[in-house]
Protein backbone atom coordinates (compact mmCIF):
# COMPACT_ATOMS: atom_id res chain seq x y z
CA UNK A 1 0.00 0.00 0.00
CA UNK A 2 1.46 3.05 -0.87
CA UNK A 3 1.08 5.77 2.25
CA UNK A 4 -0.81 9.10 1.29
CA UNK A 5 1.14 12.12 1.69
CA UNK A 6 -0.37 14.39 4.37
CA UNK A 7 -1.20 18.00 3.09
CA UNK A 8 -1.97 20.55 5.38
CA UNK A 9 -5.97 21.69 5.10
CA UNK A 10 -5.87 24.47 2.31
CA UNK A 11 -8.86 25.97 4.66
CA UNK A 12 -10.45 26.14 8.22
CA UNK A 13 -12.14 23.08 8.85
CA UNK A 14 -16.07 23.91 9.53
CA UNK A 15 -16.59 26.45 12.57
CA UNK A 16 -18.92 22.97 13.75
CA UNK A 17 -18.04 20.36 15.21
CA UNK A 18 -14.33 19.20 16.80
CA UNK A 19 -11.08 17.93 15.08
CA UNK A 20 -11.25 13.81 14.14
CA UNK A 21 -7.34 13.42 14.76
CA UNK A 22 -4.40 15.21 14.17
CA UNK A 23 -3.18 13.40 11.07
CA UNK A 24 -6.23 14.44 9.41
CA UNK A 25 -6.53 18.02 10.02
CA UNK A 26 -9.31 19.21 7.64
CA UNK A 27 -11.91 16.66 9.50
CA UNK A 28 -14.07 17.48 11.76
CA UNK A 29 -16.61 14.86 13.55
CA UNK A 30 -20.08 16.19 14.24
CA UNK A 31 -23.98 15.35 13.85
CA UNK A 32 -26.76 16.07 11.89
CA UNK A 33 -30.11 15.55 13.31
CA UNK A 34 -32.39 13.40 10.52
CA UNK A 35 -35.82 13.16 12.40
CA UNK A 36 -35.25 12.20 16.21
CA UNK A 37 -31.99 10.77 15.75
CA UNK A 38 -28.59 12.31 15.92
CA UNK A 39 -26.07 11.06 13.37
CA UNK A 40 -22.59 10.71 13.58
CA UNK A 41 -20.71 12.30 10.25
CA UNK A 42 -17.56 13.38 9.76
CA UNK A 43 -16.81 16.72 7.57
CA UNK A 44 -14.85 18.49 4.74
CA UNK A 45 -15.31 21.89 3.55
CA UNK A 46 -15.09 22.12 -0.09
CA UNK A 47 -11.57 23.67 -0.66
CA UNK A 48 -12.31 24.07 -5.05
CA UNK A 49 -12.69 27.50 -4.80
CA UNK A 50 -15.87 29.98 -5.42
CA UNK A 51 -19.04 28.45 -5.65
CA UNK A 52 -20.96 26.05 -3.24
CA UNK A 53 -18.75 23.15 -5.33
CA UNK A 54 -20.18 19.20 -5.84
CA UNK A 55 -21.70 17.90 -2.25
CA UNK A 56 -20.37 14.57 -1.63
CA UNK A 57 -22.08 11.83 0.63
CA UNK A 58 -19.82 9.08 1.60
CA UNK A 59 -21.26 5.57 2.84
CA UNK A 60 -19.88 3.42 4.37
CA UNK A 61 -19.81 -0.95 4.44
CA UNK A 62 -21.33 -3.45 6.45
CA UNK A 63 -19.79 -3.44 10.14
CA UNK A 64 -17.65 -0.23 9.71
CA UNK A 65 -18.32 3.71 9.74
CA UNK A 66 -17.48 6.85 8.67
CA UNK A 67 -13.62 6.66 9.53
CA UNK A 68 -12.96 4.29 6.71
CA UNK A 69 -13.19 7.30 4.33
CA UNK A 70 -10.70 9.47 6.18
CA UNK A 71 -7.88 8.74 4.05
CA UNK A 72 -9.88 10.35 0.70
CA UNK A 73 -11.62 12.71 2.54
CA UNK A 74 -9.63 16.01 2.15
CA UNK A 75 -8.58 14.66 -1.60
CA UNK A 76 -12.38 14.66 -2.48
CA UNK A 77 -13.17 18.39 -0.73
CA UNK A 78 -11.17 19.61 -3.72
CA UNK A 79 -14.81 19.52 -5.83
CA UNK A 80 -16.67 20.52 -2.68
CA UNK A 81 -17.86 19.72 0.52
CA UNK A 82 -17.47 15.62 1.67
CA UNK A 83 -19.29 13.83 4.64
CA UNK A 84 -19.43 11.04 5.36
CA UNK A 85 -22.36 9.46 7.99
CA UNK A 86 -22.28 6.52 10.11
CA UNK A 87 -25.57 4.39 9.35
CA UNK A 88 -27.38 3.51 12.35
CA UNK A 89 -26.17 0.90 14.80
CA UNK A 90 -22.53 1.49 13.37
CA UNK A 91 -20.16 3.94 14.77
CA UNK A 92 -21.41 7.17 16.41
CA UNK A 93 -24.91 6.17 15.46
CA UNK A 94 -27.24 4.81 17.78
CA UNK A 95 -30.26 2.53 16.94
CA UNK A 96 -33.82 2.67 18.70
CA UNK A 97 -35.73 -0.33 18.99
CA UNK A 98 -37.74 0.45 16.68
CA UNK A 99 -34.93 0.13 14.01
CA UNK A 100 -34.76 -2.72 11.35
CA UNK A 101 -32.01 -2.02 10.39
CA UNK A 102 -32.60 -3.24 6.92
CA UNK A 103 -30.95 -1.95 3.78
CA UNK A 104 -34.20 0.10 2.44
CA UNK A 105 -33.47 1.92 6.21
CA UNK A 106 -30.56 2.53 5.79
CA UNK A 107 -31.11 4.46 1.84
CA UNK A 108 -33.98 6.28 4.13
CA UNK A 109 -31.23 7.47 6.51
CA UNK A 110 -28.92 8.81 3.24
CA UNK A 111 -31.72 11.04 2.11
CA UNK A 112 -32.84 12.34 5.71
CA UNK A 113 -28.72 13.06 6.18
CA UNK A 114 -28.94 14.30 2.59
CA UNK A 115 -32.01 16.65 3.57
CA UNK A 116 -30.34 17.54 7.00
CA UNK A 117 -26.98 19.17 5.41
CA UNK A 118 -29.31 21.01 2.78
CA UNK A 119 -28.44 19.03 -0.32
CA UNK A 120 -30.94 18.37 -3.23
CA UNK A 121 -28.05 17.46 -5.21
CA UNK A 122 -25.24 15.49 -4.63
CA UNK A 123 -22.73 12.83 -5.73
CA UNK A 124 -22.36 9.00 -3.83
CA UNK A 125 -19.72 7.49 -2.71
CA UNK A 126 -20.78 3.65 -1.68
CA UNK A 127 -18.55 0.84 -0.44
CA UNK A 128 -19.58 -2.65 -0.06
CA UNK A 129 -23.01 -2.28 1.71
CA UNK A 130 -22.79 1.34 1.14
CA UNK A 131 -22.80 0.81 -2.62
CA UNK A 132 -25.67 -1.24 -2.59
CA UNK A 133 -27.47 1.63 -0.89
CA UNK A 134 -26.29 4.10 -3.13
CA UNK A 135 -27.05 2.00 -6.30
CA UNK A 136 -30.89 2.13 -4.43
CA UNK A 137 -30.49 6.57 -3.74
CA UNK A 138 -29.59 6.69 -7.27
CA UNK A 139 -32.66 4.55 -9.23
CA UNK A 140 -35.31 5.77 -6.87
CA UNK A 141 -33.88 9.52 -6.54
CA UNK A 142 -32.57 10.50 -10.23
CA UNK A 143 -33.29 13.92 -9.64
CA UNK A 144 -30.76 14.17 -6.62
CA UNK A 145 -28.01 12.35 -7.74
CA UNK A 146 -25.54 13.89 -9.54
CA UNK A 147 -22.89 11.15 -9.78
CA UNK A 148 -22.02 7.64 -8.12
CA UNK A 149 -19.12 5.95 -7.33
CA UNK A 150 -18.82 2.48 -6.39
CA UNK A 151 -16.05 0.57 -4.30
CA UNK A 152 -16.71 -2.87 -4.15
CA UNK A 153 -20.28 -2.67 -3.97
CA UNK A 154 -22.68 -5.56 -2.91
CA UNK A 155 -24.70 -5.99 -5.67
CA UNK A 156 -26.25 -9.47 -6.19
CA UNK A 157 -24.82 -11.87 -9.25
CA UNK A 158 -27.93 -11.68 -11.95
CA UNK A 159 -28.01 -15.52 -11.09
CA UNK A 160 -28.25 -16.61 -7.52
CA UNK A 161 -26.99 -20.39 -8.31
CA UNK A 162 -23.60 -18.55 -8.39
CA UNK A 163 -23.44 -18.01 -4.60
CA UNK A 164 -22.36 -22.00 -4.30
CA UNK A 165 -19.64 -21.24 -6.35
CA UNK A 166 -17.49 -18.89 -4.20
CA UNK A 167 -14.27 -17.15 -6.09
CA UNK A 168 -10.87 -18.39 -5.56
CA UNK A 169 -10.02 -14.65 -3.98
CA UNK A 170 -13.47 -15.34 -1.41
CA UNK A 171 -11.67 -19.02 -0.71
CA UNK A 172 -8.17 -17.27 -0.19
CA UNK A 173 -9.16 -14.67 1.65
CA UNK A 174 -11.53 -16.56 4.07
CA UNK A 175 -9.39 -19.35 5.05
CA UNK A 176 -7.40 -17.86 7.82
CA UNK A 177 -10.18 -16.18 9.16
CA UNK A 178 -12.28 -19.76 9.35
CA UNK A 179 -8.72 -21.32 10.74
CA UNK A 180 -8.83 -18.57 13.49
CA UNK A 181 -12.08 -19.08 14.71
CA UNK A 182 -15.16 -18.65 12.24
CA UNK A 183 -15.97 -16.29 9.37
CA UNK A 184 -18.48 -14.54 12.05
CA UNK A 185 -15.99 -12.20 13.20
CA UNK A 186 -14.63 -11.29 9.68
CA UNK A 187 -18.00 -9.72 9.01
CA UNK A 188 -17.21 -6.90 11.41
CA UNK A 189 -14.35 -6.01 8.87
CA UNK A 190 -12.46 -3.02 11.32
CA UNK A 191 -13.17 -4.30 14.58
CA UNK A 192 -9.77 -4.08 15.53
CA UNK A 193 -9.24 -3.41 18.95
CA UNK A 194 -6.58 -5.97 20.63
CA UNK A 195 -8.02 -6.72 23.40
CA UNK A 196 -11.01 -8.31 21.17
CA UNK A 197 -8.77 -10.17 18.47
CA UNK A 198 -5.39 -12.13 18.68
CA UNK A 199 -3.06 -11.41 16.65
CA UNK A 200 -3.38 -14.10 14.49
CA UNK A 201 -7.14 -13.06 13.31
CA UNK A 202 -6.18 -9.60 13.07
CA UNK A 203 -3.91 -9.92 10.40
CA UNK A 204 -6.51 -12.29 8.35
CA UNK A 205 -9.47 -9.20 8.71
CA UNK A 206 -6.40 -6.78 7.59
CA UNK A 207 -6.02 -8.98 4.62
CA UNK A 208 -9.62 -8.56 3.46
CA UNK A 209 -8.70 -5.15 3.21
CA UNK A 210 -5.06 -4.33 3.11
CA UNK A 211 -2.12 -6.50 0.54
CA UNK A 212 0.76 -5.82 3.29
CA UNK A 213 -1.04 -5.27 6.92
CA UNK A 214 2.51 -4.55 7.98
CA UNK A 215 2.47 -1.22 6.10
CA UNK A 216 -0.38 0.14 7.72
CA UNK A 217 -0.55 3.14 8.91
CA UNK A 218 -0.30 3.39 12.62
CA UNK A 219 -2.89 6.33 12.68
CA UNK A 220 -5.37 4.91 10.51
CA UNK A 221 -5.02 1.52 12.89
CA UNK A 222 -5.47 3.88 16.71
CA UNK A 223 -8.88 5.22 14.63
CA UNK A 224 -10.45 1.97 13.75
CA UNK A 225 -9.87 0.65 17.07
CA UNK A 226 -11.25 3.60 18.58
CA UNK A 227 -14.45 3.33 16.81
CA UNK A 228 -14.68 0.10 19.40
CA UNK A 229 -13.45 1.52 22.54
CA UNK A 230 -15.31 0.24 25.02
CA UNK A 231 -16.09 4.15 26.41
CA UNK A 232 -16.77 4.85 22.72
CA UNK A 233 -19.88 7.39 22.38
CA UNK A 234 -22.43 6.05 19.86
CA UNK A 235 -24.19 2.41 19.10
CA UNK A 236 -23.56 0.34 21.94
CA UNK A 237 -22.28 -3.37 21.09
CA UNK A 238 -25.36 -4.88 21.38
CA UNK A 239 -26.71 -2.27 18.68
CA UNK A 240 -23.68 -3.02 16.78
CA UNK A 241 -23.94 -6.84 16.53
CA UNK A 242 -27.64 -6.00 16.17
CA UNK A 243 -27.50 -3.62 13.08
CA UNK A 244 -24.62 -6.28 11.59
CA UNK A 245 -26.94 -9.40 11.69
CA UNK A 246 -30.01 -6.99 10.52
CA UNK A 247 -27.91 -5.69 7.90
CA UNK A 248 -26.64 -8.92 6.53
CA UNK A 249 -29.82 -10.51 6.38
CA UNK A 250 -31.42 -7.57 4.42
CA UNK A 251 -28.35 -7.92 1.74
CA UNK A 252 -28.47 -11.97 2.07
CA UNK A 253 -32.08 -11.30 0.75
CA UNK A 254 -31.52 -9.47 -1.99
CA UNK A 255 -28.86 -11.94 -3.36
CA UNK A 256 -31.32 -14.78 -3.05
CA UNK A 257 -33.70 -12.94 -4.90
CA UNK A 258 -31.69 -10.37 -7.13
CA UNK A 259 -34.42 -8.94 -9.28
CA UNK A 260 -35.06 -5.76 -7.47
CA UNK A 261 -31.30 -5.10 -7.26
CA UNK A 262 -31.22 -5.37 -11.06
CA UNK A 263 -33.98 -3.73 -12.11
CA UNK A 264 -31.90 -0.64 -9.91
CA UNK A 265 -29.47 -1.01 -11.71
CA UNK A 266 -30.74 -0.51 -14.98
CA UNK A 267 -32.66 2.39 -13.55
CA UNK A 268 -30.04 4.28 -12.71
CA UNK A 269 -29.42 7.41 -14.89
CA UNK A 270 -26.36 9.36 -12.81
CA UNK A 271 -22.97 8.38 -14.37
CA UNK A 272 -21.43 5.98 -12.47
CA UNK A 273 -18.00 4.42 -11.97
CA UNK A 274 -17.38 0.97 -10.34
CA UNK A 275 -14.22 0.04 -8.44
CA UNK A 276 -12.92 -3.29 -7.30
CA UNK A 277 -10.10 -5.48 -7.21
CA UNK A 278 -8.90 -9.54 -8.23
CA UNK A 279 -8.38 -9.88 -4.69
CA UNK A 280 -11.60 -9.20 -2.55
CA UNK A 281 -13.19 -12.38 -0.96
CA UNK A 282 -16.03 -10.70 0.21
CA UNK A 283 -17.42 -9.23 -3.54
CA UNK A 284 -16.40 -11.24 -6.79
CA UNK A 285 -14.97 -9.77 -9.54
CA UNK A 286 -17.36 -12.00 -11.57
CA UNK A 287 -20.17 -9.66 -10.30
CA UNK A 288 -18.61 -6.21 -10.62
CA UNK A 289 -17.49 -7.63 -14.64
CA UNK A 290 -21.76 -8.74 -14.44
CA UNK A 291 -22.28 -5.38 -13.45
CA UNK A 292 -20.23 -3.93 -15.83
CA UNK A 293 -21.56 -6.15 -18.89
CA UNK A 294 -24.85 -4.88 -18.24
CA UNK A 295 -24.10 -0.90 -17.77
CA UNK A 296 -21.76 -0.31 -20.85
CA UNK A 297 -22.06 3.25 -20.42
CA UNK A 298 -20.76 2.80 -16.45
CA UNK A 299 -16.87 3.52 -15.97
CA UNK A 300 -15.38 0.27 -14.95
CA UNK A 301 -12.16 -0.23 -13.56
CA UNK A 302 -11.65 -4.22 -11.33
CA UNK A 303 -7.99 -4.16 -10.57
CA UNK A 304 -5.36 -6.67 -10.07
CA UNK A 305 -4.65 -7.24 -7.20
CA UNK A 306 -6.93 -5.18 -5.44
CA UNK A 307 -9.10 -5.66 -2.63
CA UNK A 308 -12.31 -4.49 -0.67
CA UNK A 309 -11.68 -1.22 0.15
CA UNK A 310 -9.44 0.99 -2.81
CA UNK A 311 -10.24 3.94 -0.18
CA UNK A 312 -8.18 2.43 2.46
CA UNK A 313 -6.08 0.06 1.15
CA UNK A 314 -4.50 2.63 -1.58
CA UNK A 315 -6.11 6.07 -1.25
CA UNK A 316 -4.20 7.63 -4.12
CA UNK A 317 -4.90 5.08 -6.66
CA UNK A 318 -8.71 6.28 -5.54
CA UNK A 319 -8.48 9.21 -5.90
CA UNK A 320 -6.30 9.41 -9.03
CA UNK A 321 -9.41 6.88 -10.35
CA UNK A 322 -11.96 9.54 -9.31
CA UNK A 323 -10.64 12.49 -10.33
CA UNK A 324 -9.86 11.41 -13.57
CA UNK A 325 -13.13 9.81 -14.30
CA UNK A 326 -14.60 13.40 -13.32
CA UNK A 327 -13.04 15.32 -15.32
CA UNK A 328 -14.34 13.16 -17.98
CA UNK A 329 -18.05 12.43 -16.73
CA UNK A 330 -20.44 15.42 -16.82
CA UNK A 331 -22.98 15.24 -13.88
CA UNK A 332 -26.17 14.18 -14.26
CA UNK A 333 -28.69 16.30 -15.78
CA UNK A 334 -31.84 17.58 -14.25
CA UNK A 335 -35.22 17.14 -16.27
Known amino acids: MRRVRRRRALEAAPETGRPLAPAWPGIVE ?11 VLRVAGRHGSG ?7 VHGLGASAVTWVQVMEGLAERGPVVALDLAGFGGTRATPDDH ?3 DEHVELVLGCADALGWSRLTLHGNSMG ?6 VAAAHPERVERVVLVSPALPPSFPLELLRP ?17 AAALGLLRLAPEALDQRRQRALLGLIFGSPDDIDPDLVDLMAAEFAPD ?9 RRALLSSLWSIAQSWIDPRRVWRAIDAVEAPTMVVGGTLDALVPARVLRQVLARRRDWEGHVLDDRRHALMLEDPEAYLELVTAWYADAPAARVG
Open 52 to 58: PGEPQLL
Open 167 to 183: SRATIGGFAPIVASSGV
Open 131 to 136: GLVSVL
Open 232 to 240: REGATPEER
Open 30 to 40: DEVVVGDRSVR
Open 101 to 103: LTV
